[in-house]
T-cell receptor, first 112, second 110 residues
Framework: NAGVTQTPKFRILKIGQSMTLQCTQDMNHNYMYWYRQDPGMGLKLIYYSVGAGITDKGEVPNGYNVSRSTTEDFPLRLELAAPSQTSVYFC???????????FGPGTRLLVL | GQQVMQIPQYQHVQEGEDFTTYCNSSTTLSNIQWYKQRPGGHPVFLIQLVKSGEVKKQKRLTFQFGEAKKNSSLHITATQTTDVGTYFCAGETSGSRLTFGEGTQLTVNP
């Protein structure tokens, strides 16, 4: 298993541009999450999904959208990028019946 | 909403010294998890505590969950340079959503 994979690793965006951060897991995990981590800070939950076709807002959802059309993929969409969205974005997943979260390597996003 | 506070924010120790980080929740938790994040890396699961008063050990690491299930601690005995990183606690109240503390960044001087 490749685990949780994220692409791209790093991206620079201009203000107002949009992009999609990709997250894929091949472990048949039902729960998936998106977090952002600002420098020197903890992780803030953006969106999460309990299974294909079901998504819900986390703590900081404004400016983001998600979809979950398959069990494996959970892309995060940024519309109209703003400097406040400069952060490291982590995707995570959880196996059925467990609470442990397995994190991907992260995407570093810089909005200028 | 639920808040998870973690102290200290930073800790610098000499190799061989002990280290402790504390975690406090504003609400009662169903369980608490601890993660370690190496510099430039991603969080990696260390352990989960579920029962009131639970104590678990992993080699030099000792984890405790408070009797009221609102606080927890991680203690490292005789730190090594490989212990460098940020340690996060994460509390779960329900629904498989975790609230992370701000983390304690540990540096170890050789």
């Amino acid at each position: 298993n490749a685990g949780v994979t994220q692409t791209p690793k790093f991206r620079i965006l201009k203000i107002g541009q949009s992009m999609t951060l990709q997250c894929t897991q091949d472990m048949n995990h039902n729960y998936m999450y998106w977090y952002r981590q600002d420098p020197g800070m903890g992780l803030k939950l953006i969106y999460y999904s309990v299974g294909a076709g079901i998504t819900d807002k986390g703590e900081v959802p404004n400016g983001y959208n998600v979809s979950r059309s398959t069990t494996e993929d959970f892309p995060l969409r940024l519309e109209l990028a703003a400097p406040s969205q400069t952060s490291v974005y982590f995707c995570a997943s959880t196996p059925p019946g467990q609470e442990t979260q397995y994190f991907g390597p992260g995407t570093r996003l810089l909005v200028l | 909403g639920q808040q998870v506070m973690q102290i200290p924010q930073y800790q610098h120790v000499q190799e061989g010294e002990d280290f402790t980080t504390y975690c406090n929740s504003s609400t009662t938790l169903s369980n608490i998890q601890w993660y370690k994040q190496r510099p430039g890396g991603h969080p990696v699961f260390l352990i989960q505590l579920v029962k009131s008063g639970e104590v678990k050990k992993q080699k030099r690491l000792t984890f405790q969950f408070g009797e009221a299930k609102k606080n927890s601690s991680l203690h490292i005995t005789a730190t090594q340079t490989t212990d460098v990183g940020t340690y996060f606690c994460a509390g779960e109240t329900s629904g498989s959503r975790l609230t992370f503390g701000e983390g304690t960044q540990l540096t170890v001087n050789p």
